[in-house]
């Protein structure tokens, strides 16, 4: 078994048993959605459940409880894992009507709306996780003198936990090696990564100086 099936687990097990009503009997159904949105998204980024709510209670302005599928609690960020048949194809006008309240009333609540798609995850997970680091890359270090990309390379360095290349700066950003290369240098004037082999004088592999 691998450490994320023993993990998720875990995890779910202790939001069952702190959960009751509704949300208990939703976190009692077949979960293949949530488990794929952990499994492909939220476990490769943040290593950790730690800050989770599994069908996390939301009531809106008319007093209707809704739920949210994973939310985290310290950035107030909203994943949801939605299925084309169950969530577009064979939605009903009412239903509809529905989840559009439902987005407003997290945005009335300040949280921050981030779905995906089970075709995403299966198809493109490496593409979901970079907008995840993103998106975190932004939240943290919004008070810092650094861009949007130089702080989702932060982000993925940490992820990857291992010297980062440009080769994963090009995947990272999706962009071409000049600008990643660009980016790199970027950081280590900032201080913010060092190089790998500090004694060559072209630089290939790079390591966070003083963590996230």
């Given at each position: 078994m691998s450490s994320f099936e023993v993990e998720f687990k875990k995890f779910v097990e202790a939001q069952k048993k702190g959960a009751k009503g509704r949300r208990l009997e939703m976190l009692?159904?077949?979960?293949t959605g949530e488990k794929k949105l952990f499994r492909e998204l939220i476990w490769p980024v943040f290593r950790s459940f730690e800050g989770f709510v599994m069908q996390y209670e939301m009531i809106g302005a008319n007093g209707v409880t809704m739920y949210i599928d994973a939310f985290y609690v310290p950035l107030g960020i909203a994943f949801e894992s939605e299925g084309f048949v169950a969530h577009a194809e064979n939605i009903t006008r009412d239903r509809f009507d529905f989840e559009r309240f439902r987005i407003r009333?997290?945005?009335?609540?300040?949280?921050?709306?981030?779905?995906?798609?089970?075709?995403?995850?299966n198809k493109?997970?490496?593409?979901?996780?970079?907008?995840l680091f993103e998106l975190l890359g932004k939240l943290r270090g919004a008070s810092e003198d650094l861009s949007l990309y130089e702080r989702t390379v932060l982000q993925y360095a940490s992820y990857i936990n291992r010297p980062i290349r440009v080769s994963d700066v090009c995947v990272c950003l999706g962009k071409g090696e000049a600008l990643s290369?660009?980016?790199?240098?970027?950081?280590?004037?900032?201080?913010?990564?060092?190089?790998?082999?500090?004694?060559?004088?072209?630089?290939?592999?790079?390591?966070?100086?003083?963590?996230?």
């Amino acid at each position: 078994m691998s450490s994320f099936e023993v993990e998720f687990k875990k995890f779910v097990e202790a939001q069952k048993k702190g959960a009751k009503g509704r949300r208990l009997e939703m976190l009692q159904k077949d979960m293949t959605g949530e488990k794929k949105l952990f499994r492909e998204l939220i476990w490769p980024v943040f290593r950790s459940f730690e800050g989770f709510v599994m069908q996390y209670e939301m009531i809106g302005a008319n007093g209707v409880t809704m739920y949210i599928d994973a939310f985290y609690v310290p950035l107030g960020i909203a994943f949801e894992s939605e299925g084309f048949v169950a969530h577009a194809e064979n939605i009903t006008r009412d239903r509809f009507d529905f989840e559009r309240f439902r987005i407003r009333t997290m945005a009335n609540k300040g949280y921050i709306y981030f779905p995906y798609s089970w075709d995403e995850l299966n198809k493109k997970p490496e593409a979901c996780r970079s907008s995840l680091f993103e998106l975190l890359g932004k939240l943290r270090g919004a008070s810092e003198d650094l861009s949007l990309y130089e702080r989702t390379v932060l982000q993925y360095a940490s992820y990857i936990n291992r010297p980062i290349r440009v080769s994963d700066v090009c995947v990272c950003l999706g962009k071409g090696e000049a600008l990643s290369r660009k980016v790199l240098k970027e950081l280590h004037s900032k201080k913010k990564l060092r190089p790998l082999r500090p004694d060559k004088l072209r630089n290939h592999a790079y390591v966070l100086e003083n963590g996230l």
